[in-house]
């Protein structure tokens, strides 16, 4: 870390409107004063809430905390369809949802709950063939993006507003990673004939952390709250205690038997409490993913 930087650990930011993830990581690297700072799970501009950033050391944790399972509030606007499945992009359809009926409604949420197969938004950023999707689509070209497993754990409607041609549905969801909530619009809008795509996008939760934990720029600009790396590691992993012999063994990268505390990450602790590494189980060992002491 550089002399006069803050320590490591997690920093739960309310993200602005507006901003890019990537903004919002160069003003941690500015009040944190260290360059070693990133997120987990990237927001799209449009989008407000949770995003988790790592400082320091705490960066390593972030490939693992971006698995978790997301909560979001949405607002899904049927009778138009855009290039980019939210309200960034250009009206490419519209045909009225005046006939929409509240029991079709629920049954098109319905069929897009649980474990489902979701196409990626043709603006994305997964690559295809070394690039962007995103990219691709902004010179016009068709991105043939494959359908991919995801789960989406609930889809509640939390309101419907109809204004002549249009429904505003809101709607709280859970899901797991790597669940565009761009595509359940578009999909919700496609499966009743009437199109659809999002206009608002609020991420209420990355796994343990929520919005309750969450501080804005402005006031993390005057406070820096940073979560110690024990304590994000506790709040989303299972821990396992070990003794001074086997804390030896994991400080040098070594293998635990396996306790039955996976599939996921496991957190690894020191007697005296210090957080020594995030450990996975196989068979009957548990390897390290990243050990954090030196």
Not at 168 to 185: E, F, M, N, P, Q
Not at 226 to 246: K, T, W, Y
Request: glycine share 12%.
């Amino acid at each position: 870390m550089e002399s006069g930087s803050a320590e490591s650990g997690l920093v739960v930011v309310d993200k602005p409107a507006d901003w890019t993830s990537h903004d919002v990581v160069g003003r941690m690297r500015r009040l944190a004063k260290t360059r070693r700072v990133g997120h987990a799970g990237t927001l799209d501009p449009m989008a407000t809430g949770v995003l988790v950033i790592g400082i320091g050391k705490a960066t390593r944790l972030l490939g693992h905390l971006a698995l978790t399972e997301k909560g979001y509030d949405a607002t899904i606007r049927l009778g138009a369809s855009t290039n980019t499945d939210d309200a960034e992009g250009e009206i490419t359809a519209a045909a009225s949802a005046a006939s929409v009926a509240d029991e079709a409604l629920r049954a098109g949420v319905a069929a897009l709950t649980g474990p489902i197969r979701q196409v990626p938004p043709q603006v994305s950023a997964i690559k295809v063939n070394g690039e962007r999707a995103y990219k691709m689509a902004r010179k016009g070209e068709e991105v043939a993006l494959k359908a991919r497993p995801v789960t989406v754990h609930g889809f509640e409607v939390t309101g419907v507003r109809r204004h002549g041609d249009l429904i505003d549905v809101d709607a709280s969801i859970s899901c797991s990673s790597g669940t565009y909530i761009r595509a359940l619009a578009r999909d919700l809008g496609a499966s009743l004939g009437c199109g659809g795509h999002l206009t608002r996008l609020r991420r209420t939760r990355v796994g343990p952390y929520d919005l309750a934990g969450a501080r804005t720029l402005d006031r993390l600009a005057e406070k820096l709250e940073i979560l110690p790396m024990g304590e994000a590691v506790a709040a989303a992993f299972p821990r396992r205690d070990v003794s001074d012999d086997e804390a030896r063994t994991v400080a040098h990268g070594g293998r635990l038997p396996a306790a039955g505390l996976g599939p996921g990450p496991v957190g690894v602790f020191a007697p005296d409490g210090t957080l020594l590494a995030l450990v996975e189980e196989q068979g009957d060992i548990a390897k390290p993913l990243a050990v954090f002491v030196p």
